[in-house]
């Protein structure tokens, strides 16, 4: 083995490992400490292999935005921080046959897939201007595909999350008025026949 593969190897046994972390501790802040390590071991597994556009895009994205995104929302919604027992499902030893289920099947396909074939590893192979000729140029009906995806998950995401919109529930009734605003004076309403 040559060092890039020893670097690459041990690079992914720290990313398995904390991802294993993130999914078995039963603290909400270890489980987003734990991703960042994640997230940081494959962004390494991305300079390694040359990819170095792709490693910063994977520190700035997901460990700077995702992350800090992840624990404001523990913060903010008040989740509990220390151990909850509510949050087990007993479904581990499910979870844990579906994992390996999963993993065997996607390492057996990489493995009949790809056998003993290599890829050069040539320095800027994996530059900005590299992949966004790529991505512009071979996979641009794919990008745009998916960039209409994205944007129908948030749309989809804002109205299931605000419960304004769509009809009344039953036996609610509805809002006469509803663009007045309750804190207006009725001073500064020019219906009101009062001079202000």
């Known amino acids: 083995m040559s060092g890039q593969e020893i670097v690459f190897t041990l690079l992914g046994v720290v990313a398995v490992g904390?991802?294993?972390?993130?999914?078995?501790?039963?603290?909400?802040?270890?489980?987003?400490?734990?991703?960042?390590?994640?997230?940081?071991a494959l962004a390494g597994?991305?300079?390694?292999?040359?990819?170095?556009?792709?490693?910063?895009?994977?520190?700035?994205?997901?460990?700077?935005?995702?992350?800090?995104l992840?624990?404001?929302?523990?913060?903010?919604?008040?989740?509990?921080?220390?151990?909850?027992?509510?949050?087990?499902?007993?479904?581990?030893?499910?979870?844990?046959?579906?994992?390996?289920?999963?993993?065997?099947?996607?390492?057996?396909?990489?493995?009949?897939?790809?056998?003993?074939?290599?890829?050069p590893l040539r320095a800027g192979g994996g530059s900005a201007e590299e992949l966004g000729a790529a991505v512009f140029r071979t996979w641009v009906l794919p990008f745009e595909v998916l960039s209409v995806l994205l944007l129908a998950s948030l749309v989809g995401s804002i109205v299931l999350s605000r419960s304004d919109i769509g009809p009344p529930a039953p036996g609610a009734e509805p809002d006469p008025n509803p663009t007045s605003n309750p804190n207006q004076d009725s001073a500064s309403d020019p219906d009101s026949g009062e001079d202000a």
């Open 45 to 68: 597994g991305y300079l390694v292999l040359t990819a170095e556009f792709v490693a910063w895009v994977q520190v700035l994205i997901y460990v700077g935005a995702i992350v800090v």
């Open 70 to 119: 992840l624990l404001f929302g523990i913060m903010l919604t008040r989740a509990p921080i220390g151990e909850s027992a509510d949050l087990n499902s007993g479904n581990r030893w499910a979870a844990l046959a579906v994992a390996a289920g999963t993993a065997a099947v996607l390492v057996t396909v990489v493995v009949l897939g790809f056998r003993d074939e290599r890829m």
């Open 18 to 40: 904390s991802a294993v972390l993130v999914v078995t501790t039963r603290q909400l802040v270890h489980a987003a400490l734990w991703l960042v390590v994640s997230f940081g």
